[in-house]
């Protein structure tokens, strides 16, 4: 088991430009959460993909996508940053969604 | 009100106490996560738990289905243990999604 890698671990963003964040799922999970921890908030869930779709959306405008590989590997994307982007975001991944989650340590995004 | 509620949001504890941290949800679950973030970092979960109780090493969860609480307690504390503690809700909708509802947290700090 390799568990949940996260790249970048830090980034800085200028307003209005557009990111993508990556997240390695464990070896053998098909499902992968992303959440936004807004600093000294819990985490709020973005999305969910299950073996490349997504099938689970929180309340995120359009602008936050993603996408999961045939290898499981997921990328977040977010386009038109705004200030209240910034925050941690980590990445979960789990065997079908059922079992517990293993997360990643997170990317710390800092839109200016 | 939030769907998953902790108790108390900040705890001091000398080294040695036995400390419980409180969790109350009001929505229907499959299964109750307690989690451990230390500061700036990523999540650890440290146990997923649907009923009863599980204990591993100095760390107890126990959840009551029937009043929508859980516990997590921590005996003979150790400063190492400081971190935030937090509860999060796989949810039962009955979909394919099995997102995590996160509470805000617990944060813990045990003194020498």
Redesign the interface.
């Known amino acids: 088991e390799t568990g949940v890698t ?1 790249s970048p671990t830090h980034l800085i963003k200028t307003r209005g430009q557009q990111v993508t964040l990556r997240c390695s799922s464990q070896s053998g999970h098909n ?1 992968v ?1 992303w ?1 936004q921890q807004a600093l000294g ?5 973005i999305f ?1 993909y ?1 073996r490349e779709e997504e ?2 959306r ?1 309340n995120f405008p359009p602008r936050f996508s993603g996408l999961q590989f045939p290898n499981y590997s997921s990328e977040l994307n977010v386009n038109a940053l705004e200030l209240d982007d910034s925050a941690l975001y ?1 990445c ?1 991944s ?1 065997s079908d ?10 990317t ?1 995004l800092t839109v200016v | 009100k939030n769907e998953v509620e902790q108790s108390p949001q900040n705890l001091t504890a000398q080294e040695g106490e036995f400390i419980t941290i409180n969790c109350s949800y009001s929505v229907g679950i ?1 299964a109750l ?1 307690w ?1 451990q973030q230390h500061p ?6 440290l146990f ?1 738990l649907s009923s009863g109780k599980k204990k591993h090493g100095r760390l107890i969860a126990t959840i009551n289905i029937q009043e929508k609480h859980s516990s997590l307690h921590i005996t003979a504390s150790h400063p190492r243990d400081s971190a935030v503690y ?1 509860c ?1 809700a796989t949810d039962d909708y009955g ?11 617990t944060l813990l700090a045990v003194q020498p």
Do not use: D, E, W
């Not at chain 1, 908030?41 to 869930?45: E, I, L, N, R």
């Not at chain 2, 979909?95 to 947290?105: E, Q, R, S, V």
């Open positions: 996260q499902t959460s959440y908030q819990g985490p709020q869930f969910q299950y099938n689970g929180g980590l979960a789990s969604g059922i079992y517990g989650y293993t997360f990643g340590s997170g710390r | 499959s996560h989690l700036g970092g990523g999540i650890v979960s997923m937090i999060a979909g394919a999604t099995n997102k995590l509802i996160f509470g805000t947290g």
